[in-house]
């Protein structure tokens, strides 16, 4: 079993919508969580970064972390086709400087 | 401001052939990832900087793959020779110090395909 798991998709919406997109890991010892946008033929860059359990809020994306469910979600509001991207989770320990990613949702939004 | 900045975008070469691969990371970045992404897969480690530094290197494959950061600032990444199963995309990142809140930058990567 991989420590961290995401399932791959792809997830197709239509435009508007609220996407969920989620990562379960087995490593209680993460305390970092992120989340990675990548399009096609580009390198991932960082959405979004939190360190507790709870929510985080920037403009249309919320990300959740429940550390007694390991378990991490990305939800995106009002979804966009410019949303269509593939989504990598990322997690890492406080003595660990590289952080273990998730193999990535692929995301559809269809206008 | 440039971001990371990697060459060649693409690269086709026969199997045992040598390639390699060069990174500019942002300027003042003293941190430096090479990563290893398969098709449908996150990316994987292959060997971290800290200015000249190699200072964690323990999933690059040493009998066929080495690195080096002159001088702290630019990378190359050599792989030889090349095999069938190093066809993917080697991503390149920076960031300014190593520590849990620092952002690592991604460049676009270099994608290899060895037929």
């Known amino acids: 079993q991989k420590e961290v798991e995401q399932d791959p998709g792809p997830l197709s919406v239509p435009e508007g919508a609220i996407v969920s997109l989620n990562c379960t890991y087995s490593n209680s010892a993460f305390q970092y969580f992120m989340w990675y946008r990548q399009y096609s033929r580009k390198g991932p860059e960082l959405l979004m970064y939190?360190?507790?359990?709870g929510n985080k809020e920037d403009g249309r994306f919320t990300a959740q972390v429940d550390k007694s469910s390991k378990y991490i979600s990305l939800f995106i509001r009002d979804s966009q086709p410019s949303d269509s991207a593939t989504y990598l989770c990322a997690m890492k320990s406080g003595g660990s400087y590289i952080p273990t990613f998730g193999r990535g949702t692929s995301l559809i939004v269809h206008p | 401001e440039a971001g990371v900045v990697q060459s060649p975008r693409y690269k086709i070469i026969e199997k045992k052939q040598p390639v390699a691969f060069w990174c500019n990371p942002i300027s003042g970045h003293n941190t430096l990832y090479w990563y290893l992404q398969n098709l449908g897969q996150g990316p994987e480690l292959l060997i971290r900087y800290e200015n000249e530094e190699a200072v964690d290197d323990s999933q690059l494959p040493k009998d066929r793959f080495s690195a080096e950061r002159l001088k702290g600032v630019d990378s190359t990444l050599k792989i030889q020779p090349a095999e069938l199963g190093d066809s993917a995309v080697y991503l390149c990142a920076s960031s300014l110090s190593p520590g849990g809140h620092t952002e690592a930058f991604f460049g676009q990567g270099t994608r290899l395909t060895v037929v």
């Open positions: 939190t360190y507790s359990s």
